[in-house]
């Protein structure tokens, strides 16, 4: 199984989004912005960091990577997307995820080890969670409040959407408490916290994160 | 506008110049003029000013730094000493890591955002200089009263710099301190301490060697963002009168930084780099001065050939441009097109600005004239060095007598346990979680602890499991009452702290901040400060490998608090063996290790509840504090303890608090015997922790004890409450339990500086 890591300008988890690949039995292949080549990979990961300094806002300018025009239309077609944090910006920058990230209400930047809980537990990056399982996985960013209209979050609701919810208090302001949401397909995923940060107790609070990873080779039927 | 040549110079001699304004004091004019026979031209005037400014000639601090190297202790650990831009040590396995500490003060005060934020950009520029790869950053913060105004004016703004810059600089915070101090309330301290690493045999040097070899430029174009820095904000008392100093601060693009990190750690791996510098305080200046004077001798710069951000800029400007996110490369012209195409494919600019020279001058250029012909070491290394006055303060004495034994204590048992509650949810001692969850611990994936645990620990390689332990301290209150014991003392606690997580203290790295080197007082002070630390450092065996002299850090008349912070790196063969500082598993038994004094002089205790400072600070015992570390260190590799915590500010009572508040695990505990009771909680005697210890593990960890004949005392059990709920229960004393603990320690920080948000 070969996972894409998307190395953007101003990408920071990458390597921690390879090193949990790895953990989870993956082989990372790391894939760089300026080239619209995926390399055969069967997924695509695209970690935390500020991409291109993420000035004018965050995940906007990213979108247009050339790298990105292949992740959108493999996306539409099936490829499994996992974005983390500024990778959830450019998903949504990239309209390949409903809503929109803005700053945190509490206007700091949060680092803190978060309480969620897994809402929907059939999506290509979730499979191996049972629904409505509490996991503690680090959440870390300032703009990181999720908001869309009523309608579109009315609409996720629904139809099951919304992945993973903040539980224990809401961090960021984000509406309903929604910490990740997915394609209606289930493939592609968005999240704020980072999952990468949580599969190794001795570096993360634990070992919760590991099961995204696990899920998408458990999912692809397909673990190395 | 033509500018003032070296030709022109030679013409008019008696051309009045701006070197008052410029921070030169009238001897250094002279002396100026003395090596050049010359008047210097305006650009040459601009370069000798910032480069003989305090802050980068160390001209005050110098005849006192150099017990550091006269008293080193004899060590195979160390690679590169203090000169370069940081020193190197070598932690084993092949790996050799680079650390320092640097002031960024001033800036912070003026413009608390992008003070902070450059001071962090300019500590990891000067790590990734040495050819490391910046791997942590921990954050010694020092500001006025938590209430008052101007704290909430420069606190958030600090933290947020810190934030915004490291965060997404992809470096992890893992230590660090915030500090309350009136003294500081006029003048906050910012200190930034960066940890790189990189293989032994991977070390840069700065030196511009070769002629015929190119210098390159290369990161953000320049602009005129902190001209003058250094000369007229760092080495200038700040007074309420004068112009506003905010466009001497620079501007940082973290950004920027992130790709100039990857694209020169992909420069050294592709073997394209002979010598290279940072560009910092003074910067054009202080590049092809420093690089030159330690290389062939000689440089040729076309200045005219720098990208500027502002074409208006003049040379003298250039020169003095403190432009952040800028490094010179020294590149030999066959490399050259594979250099420019890692910046490229970065998107770095990089321009060649000249050669290496063996003529023994920095010639610079603009536009074809000749603007600076100097010797390099005469703008880099020979610099002015005073011998200032020194004199112990009139009011040592009298501070010094007027010892805490007067001051009210605690008797009865509601009165201990409400001041334990009090200690616990004073500003010094009250949880920091509203600083340090801004800030990214987790970025890199090998953070292993991070603040609030004693040290920083990151790890360097995933197999074996090889990581560093840093930690910074320093109690000013301490060093006011003996500057010489203070200074040992802050040694003490930073190597202690590192002690306490399991590593292997070997290195020591200092950041000197004080008041005015102009009056005696304060030098005195200093040179008390310098003596201590070096001593020590010689006592415990590990040697200072660099640091920074940060002065003037005063308003009007007024000092801070003499503050030399200590940071302390360790080695952990293991990270997995590494200790952490809460109780976590109930049933284990609670060791005081060390000896208890009555000894609270400059005591939080005495500073939250009396207000006062005086008497004499702790003994300072360095070889009960090696003993001590040995048993950690040791304790930790055989696996006899499960968690240690340092004993410091607050004493027993808040290590206790600490402990059992990290993983919400509470503990019995009986205060020794024959101890009174409000100093078994609040004295502030060193060379102390506390330590879990399985019952598994009990005799063996008592038996290590005894053969070393270190005092242990058996003071507790690790307790979850039953039903009764958790609680620091002192027994036949009080209780308290552990969520009221916890609401008096988190509540403070927060009911200050956080801002009330809407819903959505």
Redesign the interface.
């Known amino acids: 199984m070969r996972v894409g890591v998307v190395t953007f ?2 990408s ?2 990458d ?2 989004a390879a ?1 949990a690949v790895r953990y989870a039995g993956g082989e990372a292949v790391g894939l760089w912005h300026g080239e619209d080549e995926l390399r055969g990979v069967d997924a695509v990961v695209l970690p ?3 991409s ?4 004018l806002r965050c995940g906007a300018i990213a979108r247009f990577a050339p790298v990105m025009r292949s992740v959108v239309d493999r996306a539409r077609a099936g490829l499994p997307v996992l974005g983390i944090c500024n990778g959830f910006q450019i998903l949504a920058e990239a309209h390949l995820l409903p809503g929109a990230l803005i700053r945190n ?8 080890d978060q309480a969620l809980r897994v809402e929907n537990a059939t999506t290509a990056w979730t499979s191996d969670y049972e629904a409505g399982r509490r996991i503690v996985v ?1 959440l ?1 960013s ?1 703009e990181g ?1 999720y ?1 869309a209209d009523q309608a579109t979050l009315d609409r996720l609701e629904g139809e099951g959407r919304v992945v993973v919810r903040y539980v224990d208090g809401n961090p960021n ?3 309903r408490d929604i910490a990740g949401v997915c394609s209606e397909d289930g493939r592609v995923v968005g999240l704020m916290p ?1 999952p ?2 949580a599969i190794d107790s ?3 609070p634990g070992t919760d994160g590991l099961g995204f990873f696990t899920s998408l080779l458990t999912s692809m039927g397909a673990a190395a | 506008m033509s500018p003032d040549t070296v030709q022109r110079a030679a013409r008019t001699p008696d051309e009045p110049q701006p070197w008052a304004d410029l921070g030169l004091k009238e001897d250094e004019y002279a002396r100026i003029r003395e090596h050049l026979g010359r008047r210097p031209t305006s650009s040459e005037l601009a370069m000798y000013s910032v480069m003989w400014s305090e802050h980068c000639s160390y001209k005050s601090s110098k005849v006192h730094l150099r017990q550091f190297g006269e008293k080193a202790p004899q060590t195979d650990a160390l690679l590169v000493g203090i000169g370069e831009n940081a020193g190197v040590v070598d932690v084993g396995q092949g790996y050799a890591v680079t650390f320092k500490v640097e002031s960024h003060n001033h800036p912070s005060y003026v413009e608390p955002y992008q003070g902070a934020a450059t001071g962090v950009g300019g500590i990891v520029r000067d790590i990734l200089a040495m050819g490391a790869r910046p791997v942590a950053v921990l954050d010694p913060l020092r500001f006025g009263p938590l209430e008052a105004p101007d704290t909430l004016r420069v606190l958030p703004g600090v933290v947020a710099g810190i934030g915004g810059y490291g965060n997404c600089l992809g470096l992890p915070t893992v230590g660090g301190e915030v500090v309350f101090d009136p003294s500081y309330a006029g003048n906050p301290l910012v200190n930034a301490l960066c940890v790189g690493v990189m293989r032994r045999e991977d070390i840069q040097r700065s030196a511009a060697s070769g002629v015929g070899n190119l210098v390159v430029l290369y990161g953000a174009k320049t602009g005129g963002d902190g001209i003058g820095g250094v000369s007229v904000l760092a080495s200038e008392t700040f007074t309420d009168t004068g112009p506003t100093k905010r466009p001497s601060v620079q501007v940082g693009d973290p950004f920027t930084e992130k790709l100039l990190i990857e694209c020169t750690l992909e420069l050294y791996a592709a073997g394209l780099v002979v010598g290279i510098q940072d560009l910092g305080g003074a910067g054009l200046s202080c590049a092809t001065s420093e690089m030159a004077s330690a290389g062939t001798g000689g440089m040729r710069v076309e200045l005219d050939k720098v990208p500027l951000r502002d074409q208006t800029l003049a040379p003298e400007e250039i020169l003095m441009s403190e432009s952040q996110e800028r490094m010179m490369a020294v590149v030999e012209p066959a490399k050259i097109d594979a250099f420019l195409a890692v910046c490229a494919k970065w998107d770095v600019l990089a321009t060649v600005l000249g050669e290496v020279t063996d003529t023994g001058r920095l010639v610079i250029t603009w536009h074809g004239e000749t603007v600076v012909d100097v010797p390099p070491r005469t703008v880099a290394h020979e610099g002015p060095v005073y011998h200032r006055p020194y004199e112990r303060p009139s009011w040592q004495d009298s501070l010094q007598a007027d010892d805490p034994s007067r001051l009210a204590r605690p008797s009865t048992p509601d009165d201990l346990r409400a001041t334990v509650l009090r200690l616990a949810g004073s500003p010094n001692l009250a949880d920091r979680s509203w600083v340090t969850d801004q800030y990214d611990r987790f970025v890199l994936g090998n953070t292993v602890l991070a603040q609030p645990e004693d040290s920083g620990v990151v790890r360097l390689d995933e197999q074996s499991g090889l990581g560093v332990a840093v930690a910074t301290d320093c109690n000013g209150r301490f060093a006011k009452l003996d500057p010489y014991e203070g200074a040992r003392l802050a040694l003490a606690e930073s190597y202690r702290n590192v002690a306490t997580v399991g590593a292997r203290p070997l290195a020591v790295t200092n950041c000197l901040n004080f008041g005015s080197p102009e009056d005696p007082e304060i030098m005195w002070q200093f040179a008390e400060a310098v003596r201590g630390l070096a001593d020590g450092c010689l006592e415990l065996g590990v040697p200072v490998t660099g640091g920074n002299v940060s002065f003037y850090n005063q308003t009007g008349e007024t000092a801070i608090l003499p503050t030399p912070v200590v940071g302390v790196l360790g080695v952990l063969d293991d990270v997995a063996r590494r200790t952490p500082s809460g109780f976590r598993t109930p049933g284990q038994v609670i060791y005081l290790l060390g000896e208890t004094r009555d000894e609270l002089a400059g005591s939080e205790w005495a500073h939250v509840v009396h207000g006062h400072l005086g008497g004499l600070p702790p003994r300072c015992d360095l070889q009960a504090e090696r003993e001590l570390a040995d048993i950690l260190v040791n304790a930790s590799r055989d696996g006899l303890i499960d968690a240690a915590h340092d004993l410091s500010d607050g004493g027993l009572a808040q290590a206790l608090v600490e402990a059992c508040l990290r993983y919400g695990v509470g503990a019995r505990v009986w205060l020794p015997d024959g101890l009174d009771p409000f100093v078994g909680l609040f004295s502030e005697s060193q060379a102390r922790a506390v330590v879990a210890v399985p019952r598994s593990e009990e005799v063996r960890f008592t038996d290590m004890c005894t053969a070393r004949r270190f005092p242990h005392v058996r003071v507790g059990v690790v307790d979850d409450g039953g039903p009764d709920g958790a609680a620091l229960d002192v027994q036949g004393l009080f209780r308290i339990p552990l969520d009221e603990l916890r609401a008096v320690h988190e509540a403070t920080l927060p009911a200050s500086l956080a801002t009330p948000t809407t819903p959505r």
């Open positions: 300008p101003g920071l988890d390597g921690d090193r935390g960091g500020f291109y300094g993420d000035y209400d509490v206007r700091t930047f949060v680092c803190r680090p870390k300032g409040g908001v302001g984000s509406m980072h990468e940060h001795l570096t993360g």
